[in-house]
């Protein structure tokens, strides 16, 4: 059977799945596109065995054909052409697959379609639909701070807490941590799970910045997100998330209001003056002054700046990691952005100075200390 | 019935206590060679023949005798040189029971010869088995001849003890090396069945060393000297390169009598912890100035046991000591960058490394000078003791944390350390997930992660000791570890150490820690497992002194949480690791002892395709 189609469109959606394909998985099939043509329309998978995701485009095709094409080959081979329609020719039996364009001839070898992983049959429980846009910020805005601990799994995710009225994502590695709030919701079911890294990296790559629909159903093991011809099922991570809510401070009588980039652009600086292994920073903060310090004993390097700011509390000296710091600093979007904080030892909030309607992002940052 | 308790019988007598005193011919060597030492000799020449089983000869130009002192040196408890019980405890001498002749004359043939300088003839006394045979004036030179011949000739048990002739003659070697050390003025001879085995002439300290161990080379042993109120220290310890697999290149002497100390000893190798592998034993050479009734010496029929007043301090004083020669000497292994700190000029032996030292060294102490720094130290830990046995466990917790507060936690924010050059690179890879390789200049540099990274840590750890503490980064999630109740102790009692290295530790409930931070820095580390672990490796090598703590403490964090073989590491990981390693003090071998690096010159690579 033969179909043709642009390069251009079908390298668009290949793009989009192929993040799920790990190299050298457990089973080589998983190395491959699912290839479904039914009617016309290319039904695109892969999977890893946690992730599934899938998207179509509408071809011109002279038959229905299930094959799976190698992932690598393929895709390297269309990358490389200029954009122009591309026939595909498949031999069923021999499952040999050949691209010719204008010019060239490219012939590979496939695999049989029924070797490959089966699309999890989802029963969904309870569903919710909110706009990319919005997934997309909470997202972004969440996924840098996740763990990287193996031995703690449950914060590698991104945690999902639905309550009637709102959804929070929370993300963090047990040294920070960010809440994106969402409110105006009426879900009528509260439930919560975890979403791993590798799904919010697809999703984050695959999600359109526009008001158009996700719906994301759910079951105990099972999250489905849809959009715009695009699904994509993952596993949750089964784990117990811990209870973030009692870490956040509730009284921080020490309230910082500083100009974001100015904030941003000395912590670069000085950072590079910090230990680094600890990428320790201090922050001094008094009256309408910040000095922002960091030295490195090992090769006798320090640095110091002052920054102007906005301060209502007591003067305190706090310490932070610095690349914690700076990656939350530019995970806010606002001007200015406000700290808070209650004593050196205890965690500081990071907010920014207003909030889109409906939203409530907050972000947390555990002091590193000297504890003389 | 008749009573059956009598005196024996003089002989009898002797013949049992030189049992106690000669155990074997190196015995006979000993006593007489230190007799001739304490005679005041210029030159002394020792035979020997068959291991000292025929014949044991030891000549002089000493004092010499009078024919009546010469009839008396043989008697039992007869000396001349304590006349008091007092004297015991001032000995300038080797000998001072008068014991020896009497014991040798015991149970084998002798010989002696002796003319004072003022006599114009010698006396010559012949005895067998403690009976004299005769007495006569003879010709001879100044000085004293005595010859042994036919050892345990009426002891026949004994004398079926002996070992072969070369063991016997190894033992014999020994205690000769042992006499001849630390007397450089007095020219030595030794003749082994007519052969000469050594010629030792007078001179310095170096000359003698380097005449006796004549397979090290010069700048293979380095000179430390120090002196405090208690003792003053002259030492040779040779460089981790020349220790070697078996004992015996290990000698120590108080007041020039060489004498054996488990204890001091450790002080010594301890020193060398990491810079040789646990089988390998350093080559070493002190010797101790004090106050002759400072120490006791009759303590052993060997007399190589040696009571100090103040032990401990000989201790920290002699880690100390030896800790600065070698600190100061750490050689690179095949590069020879910075190689001219270390180069000894011809001729100018045993002088650069001579080091300041704070003469109260207490490792616990930041800084201070002084003995009485030490004795503090002493009386500090006599107090620590004390309440262990008497008062509360929250007492001493209480005692023991201020403490630290008070003597670790220095001034902090100036203690900057000077950077030290570190070779520039001009690329750096990981290899295998367990190598770093590195070129610098024309020198390629093979670095094992672990084994590096395992040292920086355990250097990080334990610098924060002397103020450098380690910054925490608090958790989010404080953890609860269970304890069992007698590692509970252990752990509370390491509190104050732990939170110097960066653990925000608090007690909860009554066997429950809660963890709210941990040492800034630690990647993926469990913290609940990383606490369990220390526990584990401290009760496996608990010691009580307060620096062992630390350093179990740090070699353990090292271990845990270092990268390990395998890891992954991104190119400014492993540039940072090439950097901190080099900021080492002792960058070249891991904690127990291993290479850390290896460095190829190019000739070395050259040598690779011949």
Known sequence: MKFIVSTNDLLKQLDLVDGVVVSKPLIPILENFLFEIKGGNLKITTTDLETFMTTSLKVEADSDIDIAVPSKVSLETLKNLPTQPVTFSIDEASKSIEINTGNGRYKLTGNEAKDFPKFPELESENSIVLSSKVLLKAINKTIFATGTDELRINLTGVYCQITDTHINFVATDANRLVRVQRKGFKNGFETSFILPKKAMNLLKNALPNDESPVKIEFNSSYAFFSFTGVSLICRLIDERYPDYTAVIPTENPNKLSINRNDFISAMKRVSIYSNKTTNQVRLKIAGSEMTISAEDYDFANEATERLSCNYEGADIEIGFNARFLTEMLNAVDTEEVKMEFSMPNRAGLLLPSENESEEDILMLIMPMMINV | ?610
């Open chain 2, 1 to 610: 019935m008749a009573d059956v308790i009598k005196l024996l019988p003089e002989h009898v007598a002797n013949q049992i206590a030189a049992g106690e005193v000669i155990q074997r011919p190196a015995s006979v060597v000993k006593e007489l060679l230190e007799n001739a030492v304490d005679a005041g000799s210029k030159s002394i020449i020792l035979h020997i023949k068959d291991g000292g089983r025929t014949l044991i000869q030891v000549i002089d130009d000493g004092a010499g005798m009078s024919e009546t002192d010469a009839r008396m040196s043989w008697e039992r408890h007869a000396t001349s040189k304590i006349a008091s019980a007092d004297d015991l405890f001032k000995l300038n001498t080797k000998g001072f029971r008068g014991e020896a002749l009497a014991s040798i004359a015991a149970i084998a043939h002798t010989e002696m010869r002796t003319r004072r300088h003022t006599d114009e003839v010698a006396t010559q006394i012949m005895i067998e088995g403690s009976e004299v045979k005769s007495v006569e004036a003879v010709n001879a030179n100044a000085g004293t001849c005595i010859t042994v011949k036919n050892l345990f000739y009426n002891v026949p048990a004994r004398r079926q003890f002996l070992k072969s002739n070369p063991v016997e003659t190894k033992y014999i070697i020994d205690e000769f090396l042992r006499v001849a050390l630390p007397h450089p003025d007095i020219a030595f001879e030794f003749y082994n069945n007519g052969n000469d085995i050594f010629k030792l002439k007078s001179g310095s300290m170096e000359q003698r060393i380097l005449e006796i161990f004549a397979d090290k080379k010069q700048d293979e042993i380095l000179y430390v000297e120090e002196t405090t109120s208690v003792a003053s220290i002259k030492g040779f310890v040779g460089v981790p390169q020349i220790a070697k697999k078996t004992r015996g290149e290990q000698y120590l002497f108080v007041n020039n009598r060489f004498f054996r100390d488990g204890y001091l000893n450790h002080a010594i190798s301890s020193a060398y912890k990491e810079l040789i592998p646990k089988d390998v034993f350093p080559f070493y050479i002190f010797f101790f100035s004090v106050r002759p009734e400072s120490i006791d010496v009759n303590v052993h029929p060997q007399k190589t046991e040696i009571k100090f007043e103040d032990e401990r301090i000989i201790y920290q004083f002699l880690h100390a000591v030896a800790r600065k020669a070698l600190g100061d000497h750490i050689q690179v292994p095949e590069a020879d960058f910075n190689m001219a700190a270390f180069t000894v000029k011809p001729g100018v032996y045993a002088t650069q490394p001579r080091i300041d030292l704070n003469t109260g060294f207490n490792p616990f102490v930041g800084s201070g000078s002084g003995q009485t720094q030490a004795r503090k130290a002493n009386s500090d830990w006599k107090k620590i003791f004390d309440g262990d046995v008497k008062g509360s466990f929250s007492e001493r917790y209480e005692a023991e944390q201020t403490n630290l507060k008070a003597e670790f936690v220095g001034d902090i924010k100036h203690d900057t350390r000077i950077k030290k050059e570190s070779p520039s690179i001009d690329s750096i890879w990981q290899v295998n997930k367990k190598y770093i390789m590195a070129q610098t200049g024309e020198e390629l540099y093979i670095i094992d992660q672990e084994k590096a990274h395992e040292r920086i840590l355990y250097e990080k750890y334990l610098r924060s000791i002397n103020g450098q503490q380690i910054a925490t980064q608090e958790r989010l999630f404080p953890q609860l570890v269970d304890l069992q109740p007698t590692d509970f102790v252990i752990v509370h009692d390491l509190l104050p150490h732990l939170a110097l290295m960066g653990f925000d530790l608090a007690v909860f409930g009554k066997n429950s820690l809660i963890i709210n931070g941990v040492p800034a820095g630690i990647k993926n580390a469990n913290e609940k497992l990383l606490i369990e672990g220390m526990v584990d490796d401290f009760k496996q090598t608990q010691t009580q002194a307060k620096g062992d703590r630390f350093d179990i403490l740090a070699r353990s964090i090292a271990r845990k949480t270092g990268v390990k073989q395998g890891d992954e590491l991104s190119q400014t990981e492993i540039t940072n690791l090439f950097e901190e390693l080099f900021q080492c003090e002792n960058p070249y071998f891991d904690i127990s002892g291993k290479r850390t690096l290896k460095i190829l010159s190019s000739s070395d690579l050259e040598k690779l395709f011949i």
